[in-house]
């Protein structure tokens, strides 16, 4: 038997009828135990669902109260931030304010532990 090319059978394809295309995914699904359908529609499908669910890359952390010991949390803000003493306690002083915008979701949940340990009351956004 010689060998088809793609062209051939292309051009097979194109002078079928859709019951005959029909016939012959059939017969491939069932010689080759293979479903035609099923991973094309489901990986889409699977990519739309985890899309959502990921929620965002970056976050911002904010400040919502200092809490009993403000010391610690000037300086959690202090390592945070890479600030100074003097701009971390000035920023700290605002609150609420915003200690950090953009942040990556895994940085700002490091960054939300410490504060909390601090005795602050943090949110991200």
């Known amino acids: 038997m010689a060998k088809l ?5 292309i051009a097979s394809l194109k002078e ?5 295309l ?4 059939k017969e491939i699904e069932k010689e080759f135990g293979v479903t035609a359908a099923a991973p094309v ?4 499908a699977a990519q739309e669902a985890a899309g959502p ?3 965002p890359s970056e976050v911002n952390l904010n400040l919502k109260s ?11 803000v202090q390592a945070i931030t890479g600030k100074g003493l003097i701009d971390a306690k000035k920023l700290v002083d605002t609150a609420p304010c915003t200690i950090k915008e953009k942040m990556p979701v895994a940085e700002a949940e490091a960054a939300k532990a ?4 601090a ?4 949110e991200l956004k």
């Open 5 to 9: 090319s793609n062209a051939d059978i």
């Open 16 to 20: 079928m009828t859709i019951v005959e």
């Open 22 to 25: 029909n016939d012959l995914v």
């Open 41 to 44: 529609a489901a990986a889409p």
């Open 53 to 55: 669910a990921a929620g």
């Open 66 to 76: 200092i809490g009993q010991n403000k010391v610690a949390v000037i300086k959690a």
């Open 114 to 117: 410490k504060l909390v340990e």
């Open 119 to 122: 005795g602050a009351e943090v």
